[in-house]
């Protein structure tokens, strides 16, 4: 089982709508958390960050930390079609000393006009 | 985009062969990393380096090693490629312990 979560989807959602996109994460990986975009053939790009517990907004985007619950979101406002990619969640693994970054496989996303 | 570059960016090689990648930085960060990613298994690290000389494993390590002479660049090698190896991979760079951002990534495949 790896240490972050994340379902396969695909997650598909009209124009418009709000995309919920979920990670889960183990106690070895530590309280800072990343959300990356992945177009199909290209790199993955960061687009959002998020270390303290509760919401933080940039855009059409807000990331989402529950510690207790050890899980992390993120909501993506007014979809586009050009939101459709895989969005991976990453965290890092303490459990070693230093900081290792982790990923979860990442969730399909398609918003559909 | 920060400034990652990634040589060759496609390659395709015979089992048993040597096989160098190469990641290029200008961005003077302190953290590399090298990741593959295949279906059905995202990205997984391959190596990182904290610095000149310093490196480390990451979780797929074996038939793999890799050196950073120089900041700005840091090679993977497959000493003898598989036909298991092929992959695309990413090499990442971070400032800190924190954000990475990616390169363009090369596509091999070992026949």
């Known amino acids: 089982q790896k240490e972050v979560e994340q379902n396969s989807g695909p997650l598909s959602v009209p124009e418009g709508a709000i995309a919920s996109l979920n990670c889960t994460y183990s106690?070895?990986?530590?309280?800072?958390f990343f959300w990356y975009r992945q177009y199909s053939g290209k790199s993955p790009e960061l687009i959002m960050s998020?270390?303290?517990?509760g919401d933080k907004e940039d855009g059409r985007f807000t990331a989402q930390l529950n510690k207790a619950s050890q899980y992390v979101s993120l909501l993506i406002r007014d979809s586009q079609p050009s939101d459709s990619a895989t969005y991976l969640c990453?965290?890092?693994?303490?459990?070693?000393?230093?900081?290792?970054?982790?990923f979860g496989r990442g969730t399909s996303l398609i918003v559909h006009p | 985009d920060a400034g990652i570059t990634q040589s060759p960016r496609h390659k395709v090689t015979e089992t048993g062969t040597p096989v160098t990648l190469r990641c290029h930085q200008t961005?003077?960060?302190?953290?590399m990393y090298w990741y593959r990613q295949d279906p059905g298994h995202g990205l997984r690290l391959i190596h990182y380096?904290?610095?000149?000389?310093?490196?480390d494993k990451g979780e797929v390590s074996d038939g793999y090693s890799v050196s950073r002479s120089k900041t700005e660049d840091f090679l993977l090698t497959l000493e003898s490629a598989t036909s298991s190896q092929t992959s695309v991979y990413f090499c990442?760079?971070?400032?800190?312990?924190?954000?990475?951002?990616f390169g363009p990534g090369t596509r091999l495949t070992v026949t």
């Open positions: 990442a760079i971070s400032g800190t312990e924190r954000e990475q951002y």
């Open positions: 990453a965290g890092r693994d303490s459990s070693g000393g230093s900081y290792i970054p982790t």
């Open positions: 106690d070895r990986v530590s309280q800072s």
């Open positions: 998020i270390y303290s517990n």
């Open positions: 961005e003077n960060h302190r953290y």
């Open positions: 380096s904290y610095g000149v000389k310093d490196t």
